[in-house]
């Protein structure tokens, strides 16, 4: 048995066999095989589970996220039957004699390669179809899964690091848990592999992947932040142990569905959700979440090659506030940029990109985006209680040029008969030290706050949420932090705006008393930590005496 400590994402633990997620380890090795009608054979076979594999996709994409995404694969079958791309590979094979994994991947390295070096950006995004091909077919030559996250048997996810996009689109049935190399507790990949219920532990180090072997035994504690490798009995008895303990806890949590956010002394408070797409509505809806108090939308833009339309975001827009029936759902506009990164935007490479050109930046200099966005949020606000969020807002200039272009759409969409609710509620993420500083000034220009912790803390400590070697130097419950959230707590209140928190900090029951002693109103936090908070609060009694921290 090996130990490995890590970061613990998500509470729960798992027990599984290892998965490896590799990037790296496709590169198959040249070798020679004299048997080309052998090595065609082999090709052709991959060829056909891929195939199956696409179509696999292609229909959980269409049921689970939409038709424009289920497209990507219809893209990509086409580009396995390419006759010129296959005719390449055989040629490869025929001339050199190698095997068929290797004739794949530097055919397909050297077509990717001339598509990356065109300047058309639709033409530019085949190269990353091209690969992502050549991947699958080695992949199913070499005898591995197919497709990265599309496991055949339940396992535990192994890998140096997933992107927000991948971690999006793992097979939860799937996935028993979560092992990265890289990764800190506030990327978004953690946060998603919180919202999705998935025990994780994150930057355990390159050690542990050195060691682990596709289909080792593995346990991942992630309240603890363990890993352990071929665990002894002893060890899977007391993780068992804990196991059986969440079981419990769970049916407790249970009970609470139903009941009221108020304290022991009656003082309530809104727990939302957070998510970052329609599918995850419903497990807001399974734990009982009082709204959603942040809806991620860049989720709509990433892992695509093409800007997603106004009517697609309009469904899923609309979908949220159909589901809540009634209850707030709070949209955040694109946050893209940081570790949220698209090709198409053609963004440039930046040395800080958490500091770079992100969020409401982008929205302001390039209004298209955002006008189509703001379409599509307007017209959804007929089907239920909608709020609009901005994000890394600094100043009042740039609040006021974002509402500004919200009243040129409305008036747009006024003019041309179609209809939207007049009470959209608008409000700005304080997730920067400026922000917070002059929420005085930005408080009667909405109707509310949502302090955004992960940016908050990581600009106000100056340390990057994405590196984890800063980590030790995070104390997420900085004086200087819950200065500024209390600060802005009382100027929203004020000037008659009300104010949540939707960072992780929010999930932090050690500060539950702290917030609603401020005056927070609202916390949302990932689905499944809805019912523990409820709970947390439930059990406080702002009438005694506050104690210490
Ligand atoms: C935050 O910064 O706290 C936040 C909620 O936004 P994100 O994590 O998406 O940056
Ligand atoms: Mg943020």
Known sequence: MKKYVGIGVYGAVAEGKIAIYG???YAPEKVYRRDVPGEKARLEAAREAVREQLEVSRVRTLEEVGPREAQIFEVHKILLDDGEFLGAVYRVMEREGVSAEYAVAVTAEELADRFAALADHCLKARAADIRDISRRLVACLQG???????MEEPGVICAQDL??????SLDREKVLGIVTARGSLYSHTAILARARGIPAVVGVGEAFLEEAREGTPVMVDGCAGEVYLDPDAETR???LRKMGKRQEEKCFLEALKGKADRT????????????GGAGELEAVLENDAGGIGLFRSEFLYLGRDTYPTEEEQFGAYRKALENMAGKRVVIRTLDIGGDKQADY???RKEENPAMGYR?????LTRPEIFKTQLRALFRASAYGRLGILFPMITGVAELEKALEICREVKEELRARGIPFSENVEMGIMIETPAAAILSDRLAPLVDFFSVGTNDLTQFTLACDRQNPEVQPFVDPRHEAVLRLIRMSA?????????????GELAADTGLTETFLRMGIDELSVSPPLVLKLRAAVRSLDLSREEEEL
Do not use: Q
């Open 23 to 25: 990037k790296e380890d």
């Open 144 to 150: 591995r899964p197919c497709e990265r996250g599309e």
């Open 163 to 168: 992107s927000p996009g991948e971690t999006a």
């Open 237 to 239: 008895e007391v993780l």
């Open 264 to 275: 022991l002394d009656g003082s309530a408070v809104n727990i939302c959700a957070n998510i």
């Open 345 to 347: 935007f053609g963004l």
């Open 359 to 363: 969020a409401i930046r982008i929205c």
């Open 490 to 502: 009382e100027n929203a209140h004020r000037n008659g705006a009300w104010i949540g928190i939707c």
